[in-house]
């Protein structure tokens, strides 16, 4: 099985936390979806498609109607399996009855819709366009139609306290989300919050809190169903997300548009973030192509184990740090950060917290 990623850089505003190469130049949209037509024609043709994933941006942005042509292109030059999974990402202002009838229309069975938050004074600090009246329609809409939802939280917002991180994640599990995305805020100093933060104008809660919170969350989504599977990744069964879990996994998938990354082979390749070489140039927007060596093959393979509560089996560790990777594992286990799970060892939710440091100790 073969994945597709296809991205949409289009924004109805530029979030101020948002470091992502996007536009808020909609008149460019045809442009770019004939840019993105010709990049698919020129793909050489894959094995059977298991999991096609529309990210941006804000794919919601596009219309239908462009959508479509896109479709029809992906099912000429691909075969998408019967029950292949179809994600599209969407803002909660874009999701209307006709846009839900097109997607759907189109094969599309999974929504990722970004909430964030759902109280208006922490959506507000970062400019996003909906509140929390319409990001509650919008998710019961999804979840009407029959498409299977995720929503994307954050943590550690401007504004954002124990109470009303609580109560968003109270509300997303009320809602019947199946799916939920839990990402702390990783301010970029160059985005104009990162700006704001560092000239005093604006605070954002301390560490020490968005820890505890984090913690807090992975055990009562456990309650209510939701298990973790990935550090940031919450499902209830039969809802983890498939076209992630390739990433993960370092399965083959190829990316379309702007800055998207492809692996396939052994090697990764990616797109410019330029809009307009992107336009102009695709199919032969690249900027970026590596074939991986060894040594990257290894420090992928701890990576990506090791971002999965599964973790990574042990004998693997030991196969790919020796010695180092015995002694990693009984501090871990004995400091609380590691713990087994069947033959694996997978991060306890205070790793999680320190994992990217941790897991520099193996590189
Ligand atoms: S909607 Fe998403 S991709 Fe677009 S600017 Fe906001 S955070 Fe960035």
Redesign the pocket.
């Known amino acids: 099985m073969f994945s597709l990623y296809l991205h949409l850089?289009f924004?109805?505003?530029?979030?101020t936390?948002?470091p992502?190469a996007?536009s808020t130049d909609l008149s460019q949209q045809e442009a770019y979806v004939e840019a993105l037509l010709r990049e698919i024609e020129a793909a050489p043709r894959g094995s059977a498609v298991g999991t096609v994933y529309f990210g941006?941006?804000?794919p919601s942005r596009t219309s239908v109607a462009l959508l479509e042509r896109v479709f029809a292109r992906l099912r000429e030059r691909f075969a998408i399996a019967d029950d292949a999974e179809l994600s599209i990402e969407a803002?909660p202002e874009d999701v209307t009855s006709d846009a839900i009838e097109g997607w759907r229309a189109l094969g599309v069975n999974r929504v990722s819709i970004?909430v964030q938050s759902f109280h208006d004074d922490e959506l507000r600090a970062?400019?996003?366009v909906h509140d929390r009246v319409r990001a509650i329609e919008a998710i019961r809409a999804v979840a009407a139609s029959g498409m299977r939802t995720n929503l994307d939280l954050m943590l550690g917002l401007p504004g954002q306290t124990s109470e009303s991180f609580r109560e968003t994640l109270d509300t997303a599990v009320d809602l019947g989300a199946g799916h939920l995305s839990l990402y702390m805020l990783d301010l970029d100093e160059k985005t104009p919050l990162g700006v704001q933060v560092e000239r005093g104008r604006v605070t954002l809660p301390d560490d020490d809190l968005v820890a505890t919170l984090y913690v807090d969350a992975i055990e009562r989504l456990a309650r209510a169903g939701l298990a973790q599977y990935e550090i940031s990744n919450f499902a209830r069964d039969g809802e983890i997300c498939r076209h992630n879990l390739r990433y993960w996994t370092r399965g083959e998938y190829h990316g379309f548009g702007l800055g998207a990354h492809s692996f396939i082979g052994g090697e990764r390749f990616a797109n410019t973030r330029d809009l307009r070489r992107y336009i102009d140039a695709a199919p032969h927007a690249r900027d970026f192509h590596e074939t991986l060596g060894a040594d990257e093959v290894r420090r992928e393979a701890i990576f990506l184990g090791l971002r999965q509560t599964s973790g990574l089996h042990y004998a693997r560790l030991v196969e790919l740090c020796g010695q180092e990777g015995i002694e990693w594992t009984e501090r871990g286990l004995k400091d609380g950060w590691l713990h087994r799970v069947g033959g694996s060892v997978a991060f306890t939710p205070a790793g999680f917290l320190q994992s990217n440091e941790l897991m520099s100790q193996l590189f």
């Open positions: 850089p924004c109805h505003t530029h979030c936390y948002c992502f996007i941006g941006g804000t803002n970004g970062i400019a996003r």
